[in-house]
């Protein structure tokens, strides 16, 4: 009876709710004029992709050249997640590991009714991803909350089609806010948590409140077993509203404001250290030059408390209030410098492509044909997750000669033979004038490497 009450008590203080039970009947099955009014806007979405599969024989000293291709043949892929409808034109939103990479969407909804998708936009460090159903018109869809009014204990439903066995509606609360210290899957940020069951199949499903709005996207959960323990995560709604304008505005790539700066979380020696109390916010411990927040007065040792208004703890948590705001806007930092409680208004901006790139892709009457190579800058940079710190000629692909070879991703090349490398137009002269017997001398993350091989 308590429960009955607690549910009839919620419903009552949510308007936007249609039907307010009335009788017995109606208040045990309290839920039921909500999912009526959420439901027609989750779908299912099925999703194929061909992967190319590896050969038995790859690495193999002695086999590996002679049956490279070798079983080597391009196989279907298929996966099956969830997916919200965010406009009554068909724009859905889903997850990036259900859709990404995809070669063919089809969406059904709930009625049954089948849609074809255009994947608009996609970013795998957020596993998020934009869908455009095509010839959709007057589509039931879920409007968006503000995430950031959401608070830990309120009533939260998750709608999905777990294990493909249908659409399944789950109840639950959520059970905290800015999950910044879980990697899942794909994503890494900041979450909301919830106990609501959810289940393989969920992925891009709804996280709706109790007036039938959006407050996430499922995207996780955290098991030993692959079933639910009631820890799920969705990405919130906040960060979703500016995919939709990303995608809306004609990008394929969700472009997050560049910070320019090292960072990390205060601690308990750190705060004592500074004298500032209880640990909070997020200490500067390097600046690139060309950073918006080094031009708004912030420096290394300054601690940012507050973007926004709103604290911040974490690296991730402060990129995902700078991507929250968006590129081309300008946000509210508070921070703490010298001892002083101080606040500036920080520009977000796109990461610069100074210098310039100057991106050479060798071709085929090159030593290593296939292998891409850019100047480092600060978009590079972003792109490929590198310290800001670097300065040289970075490998970003090493093309299918190159990786026999050992190069990978995020190389940077030191020296061919007896000459340095300081631009990416210097490395195919070098390779010719060092063949046949090729030495090159890189950087791997901290470590030097030599890679030794007959041209």
Same mark, same amino acid.
């Given at each position: 009876?308590?429960?009955?009450?607690?549910?009839?008590?919620?419903?009552?203080?949510?308007?936007?709710?249609?039907? %307010?039970?009335? *009788?017995?009947?109606? $208040?045990?099955? @309290?839920?039921?004029?909500? +999912?009526? =009014? #959420?439901?027609?806007?989750? /779908?299912?979405?099925?999703?194929?992709?061909?992967?190319?599969?590896?050969?038995?024989?790859?690495?193999?000293?002695?086999?590996?050249?002679?049956?490279?291709?070798?079983?080597?043949?391009?196989?279907?892929?298929?996966?099956?997640?969830?997916? %919200?409808?965010? *406009?009554?034109?068909? $724009?859905?939103? @889903?997850?990036?590991?259900? +859709?990404? =990479? #995809?070669?063919?969407?089809? /969406?059904?909804?709930?009625?049954?009714?089948?849609?074809?998708?255009?994947?608009?936009?996609?970013?795998?460090?957020?596993?998020?991803?934009?869908?455009?159903?095509?010839?959709?018109?007057?589509?039931?869809?879920?409007?968006?909350?503000?995430?950031?009014?959401?608070?830990?204990?309120?009533?939260?439903?998750?709608?999905?089609?777990?294990?493909?066995?249908?659409?399944?509606?789950?109840?639950?609360?959520?059970?905290?806010?800015?999950?910044?210290?879980?990697?899942?899957?794909?994503?890494?940020?900041?979450?909301?948590?919830?106990?609501?069951?959810?289940?393989?199949?969920?992925?891009?499903?709804?996280?709706?409140?109790?007036?039938?709005?959006?407050?996430?996207?499922?995207?996780?959960?955290?098991?030993?077993?692959?079933?639910?323990?009631?820890?799920?995560?969705?990405?919130?709604?906040?960060?979703?509203?500016?995919?939709?304008?990303?995608?809306?505005?004609?990008?394929?790539?969700?472009?997050?404001?560049?910070?320019?700066?090292?960072?990390?979380?205060?601690?308990?020696?750190?705060?004592?250290?500074?004298?500032?109390?209880?640990?909070?916010?997020?200490?500067?411990?390097?600046?690139?030059?060309?950073?918006?927040?080094?031009?708004?007065?912030?420096?290394?040792?300054?601690?940012?408390?507050?973007?926004?208004?709103?604290?911040?703890?974490?690296?991730?948590?402060?990129?995902?209030?700078?991507?929250?705001?968006?590129?081309?806007?300008?946000?509210?930092?508070?921070?703490?410098?010298?001892?002083?409680?101080?606040?500036?208004?920080?520009?977000?901006?796109?990461?610069?492509?100074?210098?310039?790139?100057?991106?050479?892709?060798?071709?085929?009457?090159?030593?290593?044909?296939?292998?891409?190579?850019?100047?480092?800058?600060?978009?590079?940079?972003?792109?490929?997750?590198?310290?800001?710190?670097?300065?040289?000629?970075?490998?970003?692909?090493?093309?299918?000669?190159?990786?026999?070879?050992?190069?990978?991703?995020?190389?940077?090349?030191?020296?061919?033979?007896?000459?340095?490398?300081?631009?990416?137009?210097?490395?195919?002269?070098?390779?010719?004038?060092?063949?046949?017997?090729?030495?090159?001398?890189?950087?791997?993350?901290?470590?030097?490497?030599?890679?030794?091989?007959?041209?």
């Amino acid at each position: 009876m308590l429960r009955i009450a607690i549910a009839l008590a919620l419903c009552l203080s949510f308007p936007a709710l249609a039907d %307010v039970p009335q *009788s017995q009947a109606q $208040i045990s099955l @309290s839920f039921a004029p909500l +999912v009526k =009014q #959420a439901a027609p806007a989750v /779908v299912n979405i099925y999703a194929s992709r061909l992967v190319q599969s590896r050969s038995p024989f790859a690495g193999d000293p002695l086999f590996g050249n002679i049956f490279r291709d070798f079983g080597a043949r391009p196989q279907v892929q298929n996966s099956l997640g969830s997916g %919200v409808i965010l *406009s009554a034109d068909g $724009i859905v939103v @889903s997850n990036y590991h259900v +859709v990404g =990479q #995809a070669t063919d969407i089809r /969406v059904v909804l709930n009625n049954g009714a089948e849609y074809g998708a255009n994947l608009l936009l996609a970013d795998e460090d957020s596993d998020l991803a934009i869908l455009q159903l095509d010839g959709a018109q007057d589509m039931p869809y879920l409007p968006l909350r503000d995430s950031d009014t959401v608070e830990v204990g309120e009533l939260v439903l998750a709608i999905g089609n777990p294990f493909g066995v249908g659409q399944t509606v789950s109840s639950g609360i959520v059970s905290g806010l800015a999950r910044s210290g879980v990697a899942t899957g794909n994503a890494r940020g900041y979450f909301i948590q919830t106990d609501a069951p959810i289940n393989p199949g969920n992925s891009g499903g709804a996280l709706i409140d109790t007036a039938g709005r959006l407050i996430g996207v499922n995207t996780s959960i955290m098991t030993r077993s692959g079933g639910s323990n009631g820890v799920g995560f969705a990405i919130p709604a906040a960060l979703v509203q500016q995919f939709v304008d990303q995608a809306r505005a004609g990008s394929d790539r969700f472009l997050r404001p560049w910070a320019g700066i090292s960072s990390q979380p205060v601690t308990s020696d750190i705060s004592e250290s500074l004298g500032m109390g209880l640990p909070t916010g997020v200490l500067i411990s390097a600046v690139h030059p060309a950073s918006p927040f080094a031009k708004a007065g912030l420096k290394a040792g300054d601690v940012i408390l507050k973007v926004d208004g709103l604290p911040v703890n974490t690296p991730p948590e402060m990129l995902f209030r700078m991507s929250v705001r968006g590129i081309g806007h300008v946000a509210d930092v508070d921070y703490l410098s010298g001892g002083t409680e101080r606040s500036a208004q920080v520009e977000m901006i796109a990461a610069p492509e100074t210098p310039a790139r100057a991106a050479v892709t060798l071709g085929a009457r090159d030593v290593l044909p296939g292998l891409s190579l850019s100047r480092i800058n600060p978009a590079v940079e972003t792109e490929l997750g590198m310290s800001f710190t670097e300065d040289g000629v970075i490998v970003t692909d090493p093309g299918p000669y190159g990786t026999r070879i050992g190069l990978r991703t995020g190389d940077m090349l030191l020296a061919i033979g007896n000459g340095a490398v300081t631009a990416p137009s210097d490395v195919g002269p070098l390779l010719r004038k060092a063949a046949p017997n090729v030495t090159i001398i890189l950087k791997r993350g901290t470590s030097r490497v030599s890679l030794r091989f007959r041209a």
